[in-house]
């Protein structure tokens, strides 16, 4: 729920004066859950709301109380397709298999948590846009199988782009898991909507522990931005003959592996 406003507060006193009084912190969301007991779900365009209610305003109107935390959302079942629009205003935490289909758009002031064993497949033209980014944790794999962007903001397990797909990731800045790319993987603010979209940083960075590998096309900031690689590139895989290709600087930081088999 939404906070109290403040209501001034009279002052006895040699000087007369008011106080100001502070608006309510705003309630915290609440939990939604959607179960099916055996097999899968469909999302066919809906909205889901668990966003913390609103700050109130102090007496004299200038500082606002914080807003309530974000509820949270989760879907139990085998899989959860998702068919066109689906606004999120909650956290998603995903544990399972969830299909973005053609035509399917993630969006709203929300974020998507990926966690192990969770699969997140996007197809056709399908996009995973919310406010508050996308995040893939250790075990759990994103995958694109078609012309996608995804607001991924943290990656510590697997994003695979299969061979003949592209995807489009504006927000991603630094791997610190495996990128297995076989398509076309394109990263930086370059032609981006969003957040901080004025803004081209002109880099990413490879972590220690991430992996770049694959037979594919990585860009970086259009082709006007720079790798840092402090982790592995691996060509077509470790221990496999293939070809990487890089649109964009390359900057092979100490202790960085490029490892090349022939």
Do not use: C
């Not at 100001?20 to 779900?41: C, F, H, I, N, Q």
């Not at 085998?78 to 298999?97: E, F, K, M, R």
């Not at 969830?98 to 035509?103: A, K, R, S």
């Amino acid at each position: 729920g939404q906070g109290g406003n403040g209501v001034d507060i009279p002052v006895t006193g040699d000087a007369p004066a008011t106080l100001v009084g502070e608006g309510g912190r705003g309630g915290d969301g609440g939990s939604v859950t959607l179960r099916a007991a055996a097999g899968k779900l469909v999302l066919q365009t809906p909205s889901v709301f668990a966003a913390g209610g609103q700050g109130g305003l102090a007496s004299d109107g200038s500082v606002q109380a914080p807003d309530g935390a974000w509820g949270t959302f989760a879907a139990a079942a085998s899989a959860v397709d998702v068919q066109g629009a689906l606004t999120i205003d909650a956290v998603w935490t995903n544990g399972t298999v969830v299909n973005m289909l053609d035509g399917a758009f993630l969006d709203g002031t929300g974020v998507f948590h990926n966690l192990a064993p969770g699969r997140l497949n996007v197809y056709g033209d399908a996009a995973v846009a919310p406010d508050g980014g996308v995040h893939n944790g250790v075990g759990a794999v994103i995958t694109s199988h078609g012309t996608n962007t995804v607001y991924l903001d943290s990656n510590a397990g697997t994003v695979t782009v299969a061979a003949g797909a592209q995807l489009h990731t504006p927000w991603f800045l630094v791997n610190a898991g495996t990128l297995q790319v076989d398509g076309t993987m394109r990263v930086g603010y370059s032609g981006a909507m969003g957040r901080m979209a004025a803004f081209a940083p002109g880099g990413f960075t490879n972590g220690a522990n991430g992996l770049l590998t694959g037979n594919g096309t990585f860009v970086v900031d259009g082709g006007a931005g720079t790798l840092y690689n402090q982790g592995t590139i691996a060509p077509g895989g470790v221990g496999q003959v293939g070809t990487f290709n890089i649109t964009g600087g390359l900057v092979m930081e100490p202790g960085s592996t490029l490892a090349i088999d022939i």
